[in-house]
């Protein structure tokens, strides 16, 4: 994958200076893994770029999910502190892809660390108008930036993004907001987030469900990378077989040793053997072209009854925007601990505002504050 | 017109749970007018959602004019103390129709009070685009905010909007700016200041001419309805018969006792009765499928010279925006205290900013600072 | 030009109420430049309004400049002082033409003086598409702000602008971020900044080629315009034919006594004269309409062979975006201080915080806050 051009970056009206730009790109590409995450590390090993759920590790995602609890907090009990935290730092939030709800979990977070925030979320207003290469934009809009969230349709534009900031020497932390059909690592950290709350005892040695687009979910191929940091993880793979997992996700929960069973069936069988979560998503037919057109199959619907069949501790979630796959009566149960969906949004927001906290060296203080908090409350 | 389902609401791509959806939906708004002003106000009976202008009562409104007036003078002279007041507190700007100048009048005000806020403007960047029914977009955004603000095309939006909230057990205040042709409460809160600050004698036995787009007209439904509150009121619907007065406002007027007169042969007969004011609005032609075909009849216009038959006291407004309904010439006029056009989008930011300033319960922090200055600004 | 009508402005759909407009409007045209200038300048002499290069003088240009080095400083230094000077200022950036690159320099340059800033980027969500007129849309938006910057399709847009601000008695400052292919002062005078920062020895005797679209590159107008104010300067204007410079701009240099020298055939021969800077620009083609269709004569492409003919001193810069007139090797030089394109998009951003803080009167406080800093530093 990494090795092709993607269509869907814009090089320019100049062919001459596209083939050169293209040949410099590719170059970068070719890159181990290694390399690659290299790029994407400082010199005292923290990650400075958050593009790939394979680059992170148990200890980062521990570190995240600390801070992100630490801050929901603080904020409750010292919104100004933690709001003085990064004021002299600043982000763009590029949305070249439609999505409001992301869009806003970012911009909130960013908010609560007092950082100051710009954005892009409709490509027509950009300089792409007046045949600009993206290399072009992204090097621009960096040049007023501490960091840029990016979502993007291309597969590759995360490594896209900090090639073309490697071309400047100023140092522009870049996050990875969704990337094609490939990558959503702030969506894996928040979900790994919700599983590790509802799970207090450890994930080692849990079952975890991964239901409808297995083969597009962005989401579901973050989700999966990340819990092979776990022992004895066992991942089911639910979906009709043209929409089964993609052959690289695959490898690689192999190459971890992550035991991958596909169902093909139906998800009613898989419900009552999981007690980690079951974890559903919609069909990502933008990336159709009869899109809206393909039904999604009623055997890969969460029923209302499944509620019933779910063992003891384990959730159901969901990243968002759902259609059909869950049934509608679930949206009305109020209290239900298990169903976290609209829980998650929430742990979305607080674990972007983690990862800002972390890529700008504050997280730290954050837990630190929080425990302050804490020992005082504990006083007498 | 309340029972009926509006088809400008997305229910979203499933028909089985749009179904599911609509028929929760239509029980909630099978309640009686008194349950729906129930659910919109607090247990210390203080509104916690701004729908619709028959729920406001002269001592809210009182409230509103008092802040509003105080936020503005606070404003001048102690900036830094206004913009402390809510900086807590977040919203979203969610304008699902086009409108720079009522997101900017919002907007502006909540900054006046240190508001966090966020806005969605394009419908285009939205998650419906992925087949979300806005149920559950409105459930989302609402996770990142304190309260929201919408402008949608759908006259049964603000309804919509709290029922949808109601299925979060989190506590969000919704703002209604503007629902479709019925209602647009925060523009009768204004026009009402307006019409206050310009009779300081009071507004009792006052007689008022609403001119133009009668039928659709979301501002003069609720400017109507907020003065059925005063005593001896007399209301000129002026307007060609087929944009004559809706039957349910003017029913409203008749159980209100508020007296209504219907004129459709133009403008220049009423202008010497009206003591109150003169409130002209354009053809909500945008609600038409011949869009921008519908000529204004110009009897309806107020034309310059009768500026000259106004009666003493009198004043002339327009919601804004306007096209032909007012002669060009009155635009040149600088310094003429009866036309209030342009001071009316003023005040419609400082009533914006009490209404925020009272659902988050400051207002009279503000009245208070202001009784301060006043006292140093007199004590020698 | 500035007594016809341009077309690109929206004047509503009352065809009296227009043609009444149009025609106060041109009478506001018919001034002379004199009396513009003055209409743009305060009583202290002072511009309060920003919209045509031909307006600043050396002094007003020194004054920026410094400013601009001292904001750089300061915000690394003291960056909340910097932030605290104009948080009761506010501003409205409106760009009715697409350009994410020039709004994002702006709104960061006022995020460094603490500004509020609301924004309208696109223009179908504004209330044009109700019919409302352009100046109504203005005078609406200036309510709330205290300056306005606009970027905007049309020539006379600027003028058109201030007209439309002098109808209301609130003082509203007035910045041009492009109108039509005529003016882009604020460019012009972050181009003067680069131009200066890399001639500490000045600027009087230099040479200059503007490369590309002299025609219709409003970027180009005006620095050619601000170059006139020093001495001996020769400029060269190196465009095809059908792209050379437009009779107005070379008129002006004319009468300025600027030396003024077209070149057609290439930019070969040019590069080994010029001790100033080679500007290059790409083809306004969203001006023409086969836009994109328009090949870029090769022979006015900046080579990367090029840089060996330049001469010790010169530089070589571009307003970006840019297309295929600067060759796609010279991105990927990192350190030559030679080429400015990228730097000179940060220097636009601190000359559009310095032109801000001279508009609002705290540029002497932020010229004062350097001078202290260092001393400090100087101080054992």
Redo the contacts between chains.
């Keep these: 994958m990494n090795n092709t051009l993607d269509s869907k970056i814009y090089w320019?009206?100049?062919e001459?200076?596209a083939a050169?730009?293209k040949a410099?790109f590719q170059e970068f590409q070719q890159q181990s893994p290694e390399q690659i995450k290299q790029a994407c590390t400082d010199k005292n090993g923290r990650l400075k770029h958050i593009i790939r759920a394979e680059h992170f590790d148990l200890e980062f995602l521990e570190t995240i999910c600390e801070t992100a609890k630490a801050a929901r907090r603080v904020a409750k009990l010292e919104?100004?502190y933690l709001?003085s935290l990064l004021?002299?730092k600043?982000v763009?939030n590029y949305?070249a892809q439609?999505?409001?709800?992301t869009?806003?979990?970012f911009?909130?977070a960013q908010?609560h660390l007092g950082m100051?925030r710009?954005d892009?979320?409709?490509i027509?207003?950009?300089?792409q108008?007046?045949?600009?290469p993206e290399?072009?934009?992204l090097?621009?809009?960096s040049?007023?930036?501490n960091s840029i969230v990016c979502r993007h349709p291309s597969d590759v534009y995360d490594l896209f993004a900090i090639w073309a900031l490697s071309?400047?020497?100023r140092s522009v932390s870049f996050v990875n907001a969704g990337s094609g059909s490939k990558e959503h690592p702030t969506q894996g950290i928040l979900d790994y987030y919700t599983f590790r709350e509802s799970h207090k005892e450890g994930l080692d040695g849990k079952s975890f469900a991964f239901v409808g687009d297995a083969l597009r979910g962005r989401t579901i191929h973050s989700n999966m990378k990340i819990l092979t940091l776990h022992q004895d993880i066992t991942i089911y793979s639910v979906a009709p077989k043209h929409l089964q997992l993609d052959e690289e996700t695959e490898t690689y929960l192999q190459q971890k040793g992550t035991k991958l069973i596909k169902v093909t069936d139906g998800l009613k069988d898989v419900v009552p053997l999981i007690d980690g979560a079951i974890y559903m998503t919609?069909i990502q037919d933008?990336h159709d072209k009869d899109k809206?057109k393909q039904k999604?199959d009623p055997k890969f619907i969460f029923e209302e009854e499944m509620l019933n069949q779910m063992r003891p501790g384990a959730i159901l979630t969901h990243p968002?925007?759902?259609?059909?796959e869950i049934?509608?009566?679930i949206?009305?149960y109020?209290?239900d601990p298990r169903i976290m969906l609209?829980r998650a949004?929430?742990n979305g927001?607080w674990t972007r505002a983690a990862t800002f906290a972390y890529l700008f060296g504050v997280d730290d203080q954050i837990r630190g504050q929080y425990e302050r908090i804490k020992k005082a409350a504990a006083t007498p």
Excluded: C, Q
């Design positions: 320019g009206e100049s001459i200076n050169y730009d410099k919104d100004k709001k004021t002299g600043s763009l949305f439609e999505s409001s709800r869009f806003l979990s911009s909130t908010a100051r710009e892009v979320r409709d027509k207003t950009s300089s108008m007046k045949g600009e290399k072009d934009s090097r621009t809009h040049s007023y930036f071309l400047s020497d919609r933008e809206g999604y968002l925007p759902k259609r059909e049934a509608p009566g949206d009305y109020k209290k609209w949004v929430r927001m």
